[in-house]
């Protein structure tokens, strides 16, 4: 079946330097989106970004992801990381073929250290 | 925005007993979804509906039902409740368009507690 991996559990980055929480999927599908969600501590978890589109650069709200199919990989990067950064970040994927859902990965908490 | 809510928020169960996690939305999205989190596993899909009368199971359905007795409300349902199935549980509803799924909203959880 489908599965997203992301390699890092936990990731800690000081304030300022780069940030990117790496996500490869595996699926038979070639129709893939992939989405990348955050949980802050104490609030619902919600979307970030998501794409379709291969090689095509996402942005919002200061992160970045290029969904590359021919390496089945939806990195998470931001230029510089803020306090306000630090969440728990998963990747999820849907495919055309997959019955209305989402497969998630296991989550990368980052923790932002002054 | 999209609103869902979740109740009761906090639960604590005795082993043994039945527990049922209510979920409502006002997005009038056809799916709604219950995950589980745990550290180390992330979200995972217990059971999901894609409407009224609907539901199908996810990838971790043991020990669990669900009831989608209307377009707004969808309940997971503990009968015999496990020390195992201590959690914090997520409801979601969302949309699927050509097939694909869009965005999810997530409710604020509901932590179990099963002494």
């Known amino acids: 079946g489908d599965s997203v991996t992301q390699k890092e559990g936990l990731v800690t980055l000081t304030e300022g330097l780069p940030v990117m929480l790496n996500c490869t999927y595996q699926?038979?599908?070639?129709?893939?989106?992939l989405f990348w969600y955050v949980h802050y501590l104490n609030e619902s978890p919600r979307l970030l970004l998501k794409?379709?589109?291969?090689?095509k650069r996402t942005e919002h709200q200061g992160f970045h992801a290029t969904l590359h199919k021919s390496s089945s990989s939806f990195h998470l990067q931001k230029s510089s990381a803020q306090l306000s950064d630090s969440a728990l970040y998963y990747c999820?994927?849907?495919?055309?073929?997959?019955?209305?859902?989402?497969?998630f990965g296991k989550g990368t908490q980052l923790i932002i250290q002054p | 925005e999209a609103a869902v809510t979740q109740s009761p928020r906090n639960k604590v169960a005795v082993t043994g007993g039945k527990v049922t996690l209510s979920c409502n939305q006002t997005?009038?999205?056809?799916?709604m979804y219950w995950y589980r989190q745990d550290t180390g596993h992330g979200l995972r899909l217990i059971h999901y509906?894609?409407?009224?009368?609907?539901?199908e199971k996810g990838d971790i359905p043991d020990g669990y039902k669900a009831s989608r007795p209307s377009q707004e409300n969808f309940s997971l349902i503990l009968e015999l409740a496990t020390p195992s199935q201590t959690s914090v549980y997520f409801c979601?509803?969302?949309?699927?368009?050509?097939?694909?799924?869009?965005?999810?909203?997530f409710g604020p959880g509901t932590r179990l507690l099963v002494l």
């Open positions: 794409s379709s589109t291969d090689n």
């Open positions: 999820a994927l849907s495919v055309t073929e997959g019955a209305d859902r989402l497969t």
């Open positions: 979601a509803s969302g949309d699927a368009w050509g097939g694909n799924q869009d965005t999810q909203y």
């Open positions: 509906s894609y409407g009224a009368g609907s539901t």
């Open positions: 699926t038979i599908y070639s129709n893939a989106f």
């Open positions: 997005n009038n999205h056809n799916n």
